[in-house]
C-alpha cells in the first residue's frame, strides 16, 4: 500500500511570495488533514477535510492561508504571502473511515524556509 | 494553558534501560489516545493507539491510560539505539479532532 504522497519535500522562498504544497493521501481515505510543525513543537492541525468537505479550519489563517480538495483525494494547501514565521514542516495526513478512522497515516512532509 | 503537556525532554538513556514518557491533557473530551514516533525529517507514525484507561502493550511497547487523573504514558522496555527519535503524545476528540504534544526526543546510547 503507498504511503501519503507529499511535495515539494523543500522550498525557499522569500517573505511576501507566494508557495504551494500538494498532498497525495492514502488511497480510499476520505479524511485529509494539513498540520503545522514548527521546530521544536508538536503538530498543529491547520485544516481537515472529509471527502472535498471542510471539517475543521478553525487553526487556519484564512488571510493567508487556503487549501482545497477537489473531488475528494489530492488536496492543496497555499500561503499567500508567506511571512518568516511561516517557516515549518508542512505535514499531510489521512486516515479511513469506521473503524480505523482515528489513525494517521502521515506524509514525509515539506520543509518550507521563509527568508 | 495547552490543553496536551508533554514532558519535554530531552532523555538520554543506555540502551537496555526502561523509557517512561509522560502526557497530561485537560479537555475531558478527548476520548482517543495515541503515540507516534518521529524520526529526524520524518512525519510521525504511529505506535500505539488506545481509548479506555488502563494498559495496552505491543512488544516492548506498554501504552498506560489514566482517564481520572488526565494521565497517559509510554513504556519501552529493553530500549534500543533504534528507539531513538521523538515521541509524540496525541489525543483525539469523539470529533475526530486530533491535538498533539510538543514531543519528547529520546537518545538511546549503545
Known amino acids: 500500500e503507498a504511503g501519503v504522497a507529499q511535495s515539494p519535500r523543500y522550498k525557499i522562498i522569500e517573505k511576501r511570495q507566494s508557495v504551494a504544497f500538494w498532498c497525495n493521501p492514502i488511497?480510499?481515505?476520505?479524511?485529509l488533514y494539513w498540520y503545522q510543525q514548527i521546530l521544536g513543537q508538536g503538530p498543529k492541525l491547520l485544516i481537515q477535510?472529509?471527502?472535498?468537505?471542510?471539517?475543521?479550519d478553525s487553526q487556519l489563517p484564512k488571510d493567508r492561508f487556503s487549501a482545497e480538495r477537489l473531488k475528494g483525494v489530492d488536496s492543496t494547501l497555499k500561503i499567500q504571502p508567506a511571512k518568516l514565521e511561516d517557516s515549518a514542516v508542512y505535514l499531510c495526513?489521512?486516515?479511513?473511515?469506521?473503524?480505523?478512522?482515528?489513525?494517521?497515516?502521515f506524509g514525509p512532509g515539506t520543509r518550507l524556509t521563509v527568508l | 494553558q495547552k490543553e496536551v503537556e508533554q514532558d519535554p525532554g530531552p532523555l538520554s538513556v543506555p540502551e537496555g534501560a526502561i523509557v517512561s514518557l509522560n502526557c497530561t491533557y485537560s479537555?475531558?473530551?478527548?476520548?482517543?489516545f495515541m503515540w507516534y514516533r518521529q524520526y529526524s525529517r520524518k512525519g510521525p507514525e504511529l505506535l500505539m493507539y488506545?481509548?479506555?484507561?488502563g494498559n495496552k502493550e505491543d512488544g516492548r511497547f506498554t501504552a498506560q491510560v489514566d482517564k481520572s487523573s488526565k494521565y497517559i504514558s509510554l513504556f519501552i522496555r529493553d530500549s534500543q539505539p533504534s528507539d531513538s527519535a521523538t515521541y509524540l503524545c496525541?489525543?483525539?476528540?469523539?470529533?475526530?479532532?486530533?491535538?498533539f504534544g510538543d514531543g519528547t526526543t529520546l537518545t538511546v546510547k549503545p
Open positions: 495526513a489521512s486516515s479511513a473511515s469506521g473503524e480505523g478512522r482515528h489513525e494517521q497515516f
Open positions: 488511497s480510499g481515505h476520505a479524511t
Open positions: 477535510f472529509q471527502n472535498n468537505g471542510v471539517v475543521d
Open positions: 479537555n475531558s473530551a478527548f476520548q482517543y
Open positions: 488506545t481509548y479506555s484507561s
Open positions: 496525541a489525543m483525539t476528540s469523539h470529533a475526530g479532532k486530533s491535538t
